[in-house]
C-alpha cells in the first residue's frame, strides 16, 4: 500500500455466527480489488482494501467503522451482513459522510443518501417465492427465524403475500440468533402438530444448519414440504450432510450453478483464488460486483469524495455475474434478477424457476397488489 493507493474499507465477520456467509462477501470483495489492480487500478492507481472482523456484534461493527472513517481516513466502506450491523453502522456513515456499501439481501424499508443497496430486498425475492410455494405445494405457510429485524419484517411481509392470495400463517415462530439444537425442539414440535403445506425459514448462520439436521431427523419430507429460505445459501449448505439440505429451495438473484458464461467466468475465478470448495453465494456475488460498480463512478467521478461518487452511481450499469444490474437512482438500490434453486443430492442449487427480466427494486413495497406483483415485470418462466 503506497500513499497514492485508493484506500476502501471492508467489515465482514470471520468469526461468528453468520462467519461463512460474511467469509464469502469478504473473499468477493478482495477478488475485485484484485481484478481491478491487475487492469492497472482506477486512474493508475491501485485498491487497498482495509479489512476488520466485527465477529457478528453490531457494536463492535459500528466501533470499527468509526475506527475507518475517523482514525484511518477511509470514506468508503464495503460490507455488513445482517440488518442489525447495518442500522448499527449507518449512522457513523451519514456522521462521518461517508458511503456504505450493503452487498446483503433485507427486508427494505430503509432509505440513506450515504448507501448504496447491491442486495435484493423483498419485492426482489419474496414475491417470486411465495408464488411458487402457493402455486406447487399450497397456501398454509409456517414460519420460522432468528430474532433480529430482519426475519420480522420479511415475514411481514410474506403473511401480508399469502393472507392476499387467501392462505393462512399457521404459526410464527423465533429462535435466538445464536441458536441451539434444543431451540429447535419446539418448531419441530409444532411442524408435527400443525402440519403445514410449507416451512418458510430465515435462520440464519450455524442456525439454519441446526434446523435443516432437526428437519431431517424428525422425518419431514422436503420432497413434499420443504424448508423455502433466503438465508440458506451455498455457504450454510456447505456445512451440511447432502442428504441434510436435498430438497429444500433458496430464492436469491444469484447461485453458484448459474450457467451464463459471465457467472461461470466469476465462479471459477473465485474458486481458483479462494479454493475449489469455497462456497460462491449471491451476497458474494453482490460483494463482487459493488466494488465493480464503485470503480466505475470513481472513474467517472475522479476523485473519491462520497459526494461525487454518489452522483456518478446514479443509474449505472454493470454486467454482474448474475446479469446486468442498474443502481436505481431514485432510491439508491440495485435492479436485480430473481431466480428459486433446489438443492439436489449433491449439495447443489438447481434452477428452477428465474425471472424473463430485472426487477426494480420496490423497498418500500408500496405496489398496489398481489395480483400487480405477479404481474409483467415479475412472470417468472420455468427452467427444464
Not at 154 to 172: C, K
Not at 179 to 188: C, E, I, N, P
Not at 342 to 367: A, C, H, L, M
Request: glycine letters at 6%; a negative charge.
Amino acid at each position: 500500500m503506497t500513499n497514492d493507493d485508493w484506500r476502501i474499507g471492508a467489515l465482514f465477520s470471520r468469526s461468528g455466527v453468520t462467519a461463512a456467509a460474511e467469509t464469502a462477501e469478504a473473499n468477493a470483495t478482495l477478488l475485485a480489488s484484485e481484478e481491478i489492480n491487475s487492469a492497472g487500478g482506477v486512474l493508475g492507481r491501485q485498491f487497498a482494501p482495509v479489512f476488520y472482523d466485527p465477529a457478528c456484534s453490531a457494536e463492535r461493527y459500528r466501533e470499527l467503522a468509526v475506527r475507518l472513517l475517523a482514525e484511518d481516513g477511509i470514506k468508503v466502506i464495503f460490507g455488513c451482513y445482517m440488518s442489525s450491523a447495518r442500522k448499527a453502522v449507518l449512522p457513523e456513515i451519514e456522521a462521518h459522510r461517508g458511503l456504505l456499501f450493503y452487498p446483503t439481501f433485507y427486508e427494505g424499508f430503509e432509505y440513506s443518501t450515504r448507501c448504496f443497496y447491491t442486495g435484493s430486498s423483498s419485492n426482489q425475492n419474496a414475491v417470486q417465492l411465495a408464488q411458487y410455494l402457493i402455486e406447487n405445494y399450497g397456501k398454509r405457510f409456517l414460519l420460522i427465524g432468528s430474532n433480529y429485524v430482519f426475519p420480522y419484517e420479511y415475514n411481514r411481509v410474506v403473511a401480508d403475500l399469502v393472507t392476499r392470495a387467501h392462505g393462512r400463517i399457521v404459526d410464527e415462530i423465533y429462535v435466538p440468533v445464536e441458536a441451539a439444537r434444543h431451540d429447535f425442539d419446539h418448531v419441530v414440535k409444532q411442524i408435527r402438530k400443525l402440519k403445514p403445506d410449507i416451512v418458510v425459514s430465515t435462520v440464519v448462520g450455524t442456525g439454519a444448519v441446526l434446523l435443516y439436521e432437526a428437519y431431517k431427523e424428525a422425518g419431514f419430507d422436503a420432497t413434499t414440504m420443504p424448508i423455502a429460505s433466503l438465508t440458506t445459501t451455498e455457504a450454510e449448505v456447505a456445512e451440511m450432510l447432502p442428504e441434510v439440505a436435498a430438497g429444500h429451495l433458496t430464492s436469491a438473484s444469484f447461485f453458484e450453478t448459474l450457467a451464463t458464461p459471465q457467472a461461470q467466468r466469476f465462479v471459477a475465478a473465485y474458486k481458483s483464488r479462494f479454493g475449489a470448495s469455497a462456497p460462491v453465494t449471491a451476497s458474494a456475488e453482490a460483494a463482487y460486483f459493488q466494488v465493480h460498480l464503485y470503480a466505475k463512478a470513481l472513474e467517472l467521478a475522479g476523485k473519491d469524495e462520497p459526494e461525487a461518487i454518489a452522483r456518478q452511481l446514479a443509474g449505472l450499469e454493470f454486467e454482474a455475474p448474475q446479469g446486468r444490474v442498474r443502481v436505481d437512482p431514485d432510491n439508491h438500490h440495485t435492479e436485480l434478477w430473481s431466480r428459486i434453486g433446489r438443492i439436489n443430492s449433491q449439495g447443489k442449487f438447481d434452477i428452477v424457476w428465474q425471472s424473463e427480466t430485472r426487477i426494480r427494486p420496490d423497498p418500500y413495497f408500496v405496489t398496489a397488489s398481489y395480483d400487480d406483483w405477479l404481474g409483467a415485470q415479475h412472470q417468472l418462466k420455468r427452467q427444464g
